[in-house]
């Protein structure tokens, strides 16, 4: 199934558009479980099995498994999401970005030996840089446009040809990019006007948001600035927020109830 697809039956499924991030920081365990990587599994398995009826997707980011040499537990995270939640996709956050003939190992990387059903990635390099990844016709690539970040404006608005080069992202990936319909964007919940303003470019494209929870993007207003007209569009990220509610062994509890809590404020501004 074509990722748009399997994200749009998620949504539909669980009438959500919360994605939890699976971003496992050694230092931030619960009481419990040890501060090792083998723990890292058990962890996001406890968050899955207590998220997965209120999510639409998930987005382990690989920085916090491959700064812990535990690429192994990102693999059997992935890979227990596939064969105990197939309905619910998983996006790889590894925002690659290199020439084509290493793009293309990237590519390999993220749909073969993990095999994410969507993956983020850089698109500064350009379109021979992004193309072996939009190859994968039935997975989703997510370009980077507007990112979260405090500084995300020192490049992405700087004005290029009369417009903001976040601007000039969103039309090139809609307008050009796009030819399997496999394009999403990344945009910061940090940033609604810009969001608006990449909505009104790229139509029913979806947006990856991450900024929600720790980074304290607005609900209210990021869905309100980047919904489609059905009232989706959006896959909300919210990763420390979730995955630390508690530190006691009611972790997974606590998780479940702060992901509810987001999908529930969302769903009242859908
Ligand atoms: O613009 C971006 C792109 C990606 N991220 C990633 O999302 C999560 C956010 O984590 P929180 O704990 O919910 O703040 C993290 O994996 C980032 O690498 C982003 O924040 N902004």
């Not at 956050?93 to 084509?100: A, M, T, V, Y």
């Not at 530190?247 to 009242?268: H, S, T, V, Y």
Request: hydrophobic share 40%.
């Amino acid at each position: 199934m074509r990722f748009n697809d399997k994200l749009r039956l998620a949504w539909k499924k669980n009438n959500s558009l919360v994605c939890v991030g699976l971003d496992p920081d050694l230092s931030r365990l619960p009481a419990g479980l040890a501060q090792q990587r083998e723990s890292i599994f058990e962890f996001n398995k406890a968050i899955i099995d207590a998220t997965h009826d209120v999510v639409c997707a998930y987005k382990p980011q690989i920085a916090y498994f491959s700064a812990y040499s535990a690429e192994e537990q990102l693999e059997q995270t992935i890979h227990y999401i596939k064969t105990h939640y197939p309905d619910i996709p998983v996006i790889l956050d590894s925002k690659r970005g290199d020439i084509g003939s290493t793009a293309q190992k990237y590519a390999v990387e993220a749909f073969e030996r993990y095999q994410a059903d969507a993956v983020t990635i850089n698109p500064y390099m350009g379109f021979d840089s992004a193309e072996p990844f939009l190859n994968y016709q039935d997975r989703g690539v997510i370009l980077l446009c507007r990112t979260s970040n405090s500084g995300a404006g020192d490049i992405q608005d700087l004005i290029v040809d009369g417009v903001p080069i976040y601007e000039r992202v969103a039309d090139l990936v809609a307008n050009q990019w796009n030819k399997h319909n496999n394009c999403l964007l990344v945009v910061g919940a940090t940033w609604p006007e810009q969001m608006a303003k990449v909505r009104s470019i790229v139509g029913d494209m979806p947006f990856l948001v991450p900024g929600a929870g720790a980074q304290g993007g607005d609900v209210e207003q990021l869905v309100k600035a980047g919904k489609t007209e059905d009232g989706t569009g959006l896959i909300v990220n919210s990763s420390r927020g979730v995955l630390y509610a508690s530190n006691g062994p009611d972790f997974a509890e606590a998780a479940r109830n702060e992901a509810i809590k987001l999908r529930d404020l969302i769903n009242q501004f859908r």
